[in-house]
Every structure is written in structure tokens, then in C-alpha cells.
DNA sequence: ATGAAAGCGCTAACAT
DNA sequence: ATGTTAGCGCTTTCAT
């Protein structure tokens, strides 16, 4: 390429990375050469070079989940304004998969890294590693006793939202079902709930709360556990959407009217949730704004270890979520 | 890392990379070393040199439609079984972003691109310029006068299934709702659609046969739209379930019973299309078989490219998909 | 303003 | 079996 142009490598250089002084004439030369070739910068070697890719990379426990995949979208639209590209990873819900994405993620030099752990301790070994070599910031879940910057939602507040809504709509019991308490998103939401439903006075049962997996399926199959037992509760809080979805649709097939037995509850506001019969009730996150602190927090960080200063103390940043009410609760008025 | 072992460079290399012969003492010695210090091998300086980096590149037209999604969880655990890892990017329906990530990823020199493309026609150029330098494979869409792999569904052969499945049902007459004409999936299966009906004897008015977007906004609004016409088509086919999914749901909202008074089908089976109400009638994708044949051409490509050979001829693969049939159409013995 | 040359971390060829 | 060395393509002093 510096041949074809008749000049030297530093002033290929120096045009297509565009520091340093060169004259118009040649710059000229240089882009019409490389356009000629349709030649492009080996960004590989720019990056053994500079020891950075403006490459972010992210690690999502399932890619299937439309959350995670409309927080990607969030992430990627915050990342493409400042010119940064991202490198998604699937951690197929397996920690063991999570440390390998997050050690080949170091290993490639990105930027920084967004993780939203898959559990809430067996992930923490990794994810602290991770932290220790590159700015990282943990998003929606979190791991307990690492120390790193996180970006998410206020489970608890949320969850004093959708039981005073539901108290309002007359429930006086509820159940809650979850995913397995490895994940910090079903341990603070099922603890939010345990609080405020004390506090409201509902009745929980301890066989009313059901705890597998966050999807379709597990919400279906929790409904036949609770019909199956003596009583209802008035009221089915689920962890998140895609359980809430099976919850219904299974209340649909065990002739349960929702919400005139049941009220029900999800969580995320993932698309589908006001497409389901009846439309979901259920906590709306706010990806954008989620995306955008935790880009602003990775720009940070790099800028400061790029300053040699030693790293900043973490923020954990909860926003609080709004309440989406739609069919599948009762509004106070149809209170008996 | 070298002098803390007490080894060479040429060693270690040989260690961590498992090539040559190296004593076992000294493979513990240097296993041991690394182990203690942390250390990883840079992928960035092996990549440069080795001019390869185990990495494959996938760019979908949109990260939040399900069908994608699944796609790249198939193709994520094929690349798993040969020990490579994915870099996804979202071409956000964009084709100026989708050339961006394209160009993107041959500067970061992957070892090959899997691409799903956005437009028909207006993502041709930059396929084609990225195919003349890196082994690609198209996969479910493609773009026409591109000479490169392709891997997907027979759509002919799949609106066949569809069109002979309603007939049976007892529909006469049928609407066709998908996105605008601009890429290769929308064409296809509008064409077979128009072929196997016509071949039927069913009535196919133009005004039934609306094209703008795959999203569910879009199947509402396209009911809204058949509804405004002085009469309704027996069947509404859909491009697929996302479309499908709203259609039936307006349907709900306009009192029009499915699949009484008009049957309905997707094309993908989404898993939201079985939870829908009714139940979705769709074609199946075999993603897990697409995918695996996509990185079968990938590896072959890569040899042969490897090997300096000229490039083998392009294979284009489609494989026919099944039906799965629900409550959204009606099943023959339901023929008035 | 431009060029020459060193070096980022790695691996393969060659030498021992 | 192990060490020495050149060079992947880039950027960046340091000369000119």
C-alpha cells in the first residue's frame, strides 16, 4: 500500500489514523490509493499496537430471552455513539461458559465489559477476575461480595409497586413464582415481595412460593402445582415475564379466570407481554437509560486506568422501574 | 512470564499452544508459571501473527426478532463443537450498518462471516466485497447476483405446505401479509404462495396482499386494514410468526374468530407462536440443521482458502421445513 | 512535512 | 528438547 502510494508506512499511517501532520496533497494520494485497493487497516495489528479495540464486549445469560436481547439492542444503540462497537457473548446460562466468554473477552483486549452474571455466586470468581485486569460493569443481575460497578433496576421498589397494586385490586394472598435463588434478580425480587406482602398483611404461603427456572415451561408447570394444592391464592407474582406468560396461558388451560380468580404479575416488559391473552401487568425496565449509565460508567473507568489513577470507588446505580398495568390485573375500582 | 519460568518465549509458546515437543517437566514448569502469574496468552499478537483467530462473524438484521435470535443460539453451538467462538452483530434492518459491521469484522479479521442479510438488494455490495476477501455463508435470506454460499428454506416448497394445509381447511380465498418486497424471504414465499394458490383455484385479491414490516405492529395493522374491505379472505397467510402473531391478535380485537371465520399461519415457529391465542399454525425452521450446514461450508471455505485454491463453486442449500399445525387453521375433517 | 526504524506479543523456522 | 531470531502490520519516536 505505502509502495503503491510512493510514500512511507508512517504516512499511511498517519493519514488513515488521521493524527500527526500531513499535507492535503498527500492525503489525497493516500485515500485515493487506498480506495483503489479497497484496502483497509489491519485493525488487529492497530490493536497489538495500541492495546485497544473501541470494542466493548458483552455476556448475557441466554441471548433467547427477549430482555436480554432488547437490553443488547440498548447497549449496542448507547456504544454506537461513541463510536464503539460490540462483541456479544452467550453464556448459555452456564457459569463455566461465562468464565471461558469473559477470559476470551481479556484475552482480545476489549475495552470493557457488560456482564449480567447467570448466577449469583458461582459467577463471582470470573467476574471479579475480569474486573481485575478491565473496567466492568455488571448490569440487571449482579454477583454478591465482588466489587465492580452496577447499572439495573430497584427490585425491591419495584415490587412494593405491583403488591400495592394488587392489594388495591383486592388481592389478600399471592404466591411467587421464580427461577432457583441463583440469580440476584429472583433473590431481591422474591425478597421485595416477602416484605411488602408482610407489610400489606397478605397471606403467603410457603408452598405458594415456586422457585425453577426463568421460562415459558416452569410457569406452566407452576400453575399445575398450585391448582393441585387445597387452596388459590388471589394473586400470582412471577420474576419475570416469560414465567408469567406460561402462568397464564396454563390458568387459560385450568379454566382459572385470569384476573377474576387470579391476578397475575410479570416482570421486564419484554415485548410479548401485552401481546398475551389476557395482556400482562408487569414491571417496566428502563433499558435505554439502564444501557446508557453503563456505557457512561465503562467510559469512565477506561478513561481514569488510562490515567495510570487507581480505580475510581463502584457505583451501583439502581433506577427505579414503573409499573405497566394492563389485563391481567384488577384496577382498585373492581375492588369487592 | 518467560523469565519468571526460567524458560524462552519459543517455549512457552510451544506450551500454551500445545504445538511441538516440550518435556513434560517443562510443560508443568511453564502450566505452573502461568497459573501463578495470571497470564494469558494475548489473542490479539497470535491472531496477528497466526492470521487467524477462531472467531466467526454473524451480522442478523435484528437482534430482537426471535426467529434471529434462535438462528444464532443454533450457530452458536455449532461453532461450539469446533472450538470457535461467535461475534455477533445487529444490523439494526440497516444495510449502511450492516456494510459498516461487515467491514468491521474483516478488519478484525474473523475467520469467517455468517450473514443474514438485510436487504435483497440494497446489502449486495457489501456481501459481495466481503465474500471476495473471507469464506461467507448467506444464511436464510440472501441477495440476489451475489455468489456466495447460501443456507435456508425451500419458501416454495414451505407456502406449498401452507396453501394445501388451508384448502383442506376450506379456504377458498387468501390475503398474503408480509414485509415490503426487499428481501429475499418476503419474495420467496409471496411468489409460492401466488403459485400454489393459483394452482388451487383460490381466489387472491391485490388488495389482499399487504407488504411492509415483520413486526407485530404491522399484522395489527394490516387486519385493520382487510377489515375495511367489503369482504374477508378465508385464510390470512403470513411471512411470518411475528406478523402472524398480531394478526391474530387484531383478529381477537375485531371480533373476527380464528380460525372460524379466518384461518391464520406464521412461518418460523417462534416460541411465542404456541403460546398465542389461538395457538399458531406455522412453518417450522429446522434452525439447529441450517446451522450446522452454514458452518460445515465455513470450514471448507476456510480449508480450501487455506490451501490456496480457488474458491470451490457455491452451494446453495435449502432444506425443505414441516408444518406445525395448531388451532389457528382448521384441519381437513373441519371442511364445511 | 516526511521517512527510517523500533517494538507491541506471538509463532515458526532454524540452530543448537 | 530447547533457545535464538525474524517478522506479522501497525504506530510512534527520532531524524531529517
Known amino acids: 500500500m505505502a509502495r503503491h502510494a510512493g510514500v512511507s508506512t508512517a504516512t499511511v499511517s498517519r493519514v488513515l489514523s488521521g493524527r500527526g501532520q500531513v499535507s492535503p496533497e498527500m492525503?489525497?494520494?493516500?485515500?485515493?490509493?487506498?480506495?483503489?485497493?479497497?484496502?483497509?487497516?489491519?485493525?488487529?495489528?492497530?490493536?497489538?499496537?495500541?492495546?485497544?479495540?473501541?470494542?466493548?464486549?458483552m455476556v448475557v445469560?441466554?441471548?433467547?430471552?427477549?430482555?436480554?436481547?432488547?437490553?443488547?439492542?440498548?447497549?449496542?444503540?448507547a456504544l454506537g455513539?461513541?463510536?464503539?462497537?460490540?462483541?456479544?457473548?452467550?453464556?448459555?446460562?452456564d457459569p463455566e461458559v461465562e468464565a471461558r466468554r469473559l477470559a476470551s473477552l481479556v484475552a482480545?483486549?476489549?475495552?470493557?465489559?457488560?456482564?449480567?452474571?447467570?448466577?449469583?455466586?458461582a459467577s463471582?470468581?470470573?467476574?471479579?477476575?475480569?474486573a481485575d485486569r478491565l473496567p466492568l460493569v455488571q448490569l440487571d443481575r449482579f454477583v454478591g461480595g465482588t466489587d465492580t460497578d452496577w447499572v439495573g433496576v430497584d427490585d425491591i421498589a419495584a415490587m412494593r409497586q405491583v403488591i400495592d397494586h394488587l392489594?388495591?385490586?383486592?388481592?389478600?394472598?399471592?404466591?411467587?413464582?421464580?427461577?432457583?435463588?441463583?440469580?440476584?434478580?429472583?433473590?431481591?425480587?422474591?425478597?421485595?415481595?416477602?416484605?411488602?406482602?408482610?407489610?400489606?398483611?397478605?397471606?403467603?404461603?410457603?408452598?405458594?412460593?415456586?422457585?425453577?427456572?426463568?421460562?415459558?415451561?416452569w410457569g406452566?408447570?407452576?400453575?399445575?402445582?398450585?391448582?393441585?394444592?387445597?387452596?388459590?391464592?388471589?394473586?400470582?407474582?412471577?420474576?419475570?415475564?416469560?414465567?408469567?406468560?406460561?402462568?397464564?396461558?396454563?390458568?387459560?388451560?385450568?379454566?382459572?379466570d385470569v384476573p377474576g380468580r387470579v391476578q397475575v404479575t410479570g416482570f421486564d416488559n419484554i415485548e410479548f407481554a401485552r401481546l398475551s391473552e389476557p395482556a400482562l401487568t408487569t414491571v417496566d425496565q428502563p433499558r435505554d437509560r439502564i444501557a446508557a449509565e453503563a456505557v457512561r460508567l465503562l467510559a469512565a473507568a477506561a478513561e481514569s486506568a488510562a490515567g495510570g489513577a487507581p480505580r475510581d470507588p463502584c457505583?451501583?446505580?439502581?433506577?427505579?422501574?414503573?409499573l405497566v398495568i394492563r389485563d391481567s390485573t384488577r384496577s382498585a375500582e373492581g375492588t369487592s
Open 27 to 57: 492525503r489525497r494520494r493516500v485515500r485515493r490509493t487506498a480506495e483503489e485497493l479497497g484496502y483497509q487497516v489491519n485493525s488487529i495489528a492497530r490493536a497489538l499496537r495500541n492495546s485497544r479495540t473501541d470494542t466493548v464486549g
Open 61 to 77: 445469560p441466554s441471548i433467547t430471552n427477549p430482555f436480554f436481547t432488547s437490553l443488547v439492542e440498548s447497549v449496542e444503540h
Open 81 to 93: 455513539r461513541e463510536g464503539k462497537e460490540l462483541f456479544l457473548c452467550d453464556a448459555q446460562s
Open 108 to 121: 482480545r483486549s476489549v475495552d470493557g465489559i457488560i456482564v449480567s452474571p447467570s448466577h449469583g455466586t
Open 124 to 130: 463471582g470468581a470470573a467476574v471479579q477476575e475480569t
Open 167 to 217: 392489594y388495591a385490586g383486592g388481592a389478600r394472598s399471592a404466591s411467587f413464582v421464580g427461577s432457583r435463588l441463583t440469580n440476584s434478580s429472583t433473590e431481591q425480587r422474591l425478597a421485595g415481595f416477602r416484605r411488602r406482602a408482610g407489610e400489606r398483611g397478605m397471606t403467603v404461603r410457603e408452598e405458594w412460593i415456586l422457585l425453577d427456572d426463568y421460562t415459558v415451561e
Open 220 to 256: 406452566e408447570a407452576a400453575v399445575a402445582r398450585l391448582a393441585g394444592l387445597d387452596t388459590l391464592p388471589d394473586a400470582i407474582v412471577c420474576a419475570d415475564d416469560l414465567i408469567a406468560l406460561g402462568v397464564t396461558r396454563a390458568c387459560r388451560a385450568h379454566g382459572i
Open 315 to 322: 457505583a451501583h446505580i439502581a433506577l427505579v422501574p414503573s
